[in-house]
């Protein structure tokens, strides 16, 4: 069992940076690949970024590439989220989810979400 719980949102002005936080409880976090989705107002969820187990492959979705960066430190049980270039449109409810087995990059299926954290970005 993986209890998943993202930290780091709030308000900020377009441009600018916040770093996302998913911190895990369980001692098997380092099995599993990490994910960043988000979902806006009346939008599906969306896929941001990825990460393997190992920290030694990542995937990211075209709409962030260059701003974004997906990083794990397992010895802390926690991925993160660096968000630069912050645009209006980045406006999203972020939540992270875990994945075990083999590396597919984007694609799930996910075992365990975490409730997610409002990032709200102002033009």
């Known amino acids: 069992q993986v209890q998943l719980v993202e930290s780091g949102g709030g308000l900020m002005q377009a441009g600018g940076s916040l770093r996302l936080s998913c911190a895990a409880s369980g001692r098997t976090f380092s099995h599993y690949h990490m994910h960043w989705f988000r979902q806006a107002p009346g939008k599906e969820r969306e896929f941001v970024a990825a990460i393997s187990w190992s920290g030694g492959s990542t995937n990211y979705a075209d709409s962030v590439k260059g701003r974004f960066t997906i990083t794990r430190d397992n010895a802390k049980n926690t991925v993160y989220l660096q968000m630069n270039s912050l645009k209006p449109e980045d406006t999203a409810v972020y939540y992270c989810?875990?994945?075990?087995?083999?590396?597919?990059?984007?694609?799930?299926?996910?075992?365990?979400w975490g409730q997610g954290t409002q990032v709200t970005v102002s033009s």
């Open positions: 989810a875990a994945r075990y087995g083999e590396w597919r990059g984007s694609y799930g299926p996910y075992e365990y």
